[in-house]
């Protein structure tokens, strides 16, 4: 059975984009996902003074590993004045020092939430650009507008929206 590592990018413990992954992975089918969470590798800002005196700490080479060892990989991104979280760019940076490929080719479903109606795009479009470069193999994008309005108990109540994620599941786990 695949074995799918999925998380937010966020350490938010009401994560809107932690919801949406959880959503996803119940969605998913004949796979067995692992939901990390940022929280359970903290980590000090990356400073290459740090770096240099105390090393690389093992949170970063865990989470690395859990990425590395897995089949495919979902990841909502909260996004923070238009780019990554604070919280998922440190772990990025930590990670991207002891593998820069830090993706492995692992088909990836690469989605963001957000209460306003861009869903994210901005921070999106910054992964989209960089992540490839780390080898990460984007199967598909998805955005969610107005988290409040489109996501109740647990589920994505627009039926449109709906659609559009199930149709980006089947194509992700094609690709597995
Ligand atoms: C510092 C900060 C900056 C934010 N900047 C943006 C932004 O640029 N675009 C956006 O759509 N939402 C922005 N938001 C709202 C976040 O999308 C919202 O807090 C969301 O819940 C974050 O996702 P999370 O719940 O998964 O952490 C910002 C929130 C914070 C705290």
Known sequence: M?????FAGSNSKHSINKQLVTYVSGLTKDCQVEMLDLNDYELPIYGIDYENEVGIPDNAHKFLNKLKSSDGIII?????NGAYSTAFKNIFDWMSRIESKLFFDKPMLL?????GGRGGQSVLAIA???FPRHDANIVEVFSLPFFENNFADGK???EEL???????IEQFQKAL
Do not use: V
């Open 2 to 6: 695949k074995h799918i590592i999925a």
């Open 76 to 80: 909502s991104l909260a996004e923070h």
């Open 111 to 115: 989605m963001a939430t957000s209460p």
């Open 128 to 130: 989209r650009d960089r």
């Open 156 to 158: 994505i109540i627009n």
């Open 162 to 168: 709906d659609e559009q994620l199930k149709n980006s």
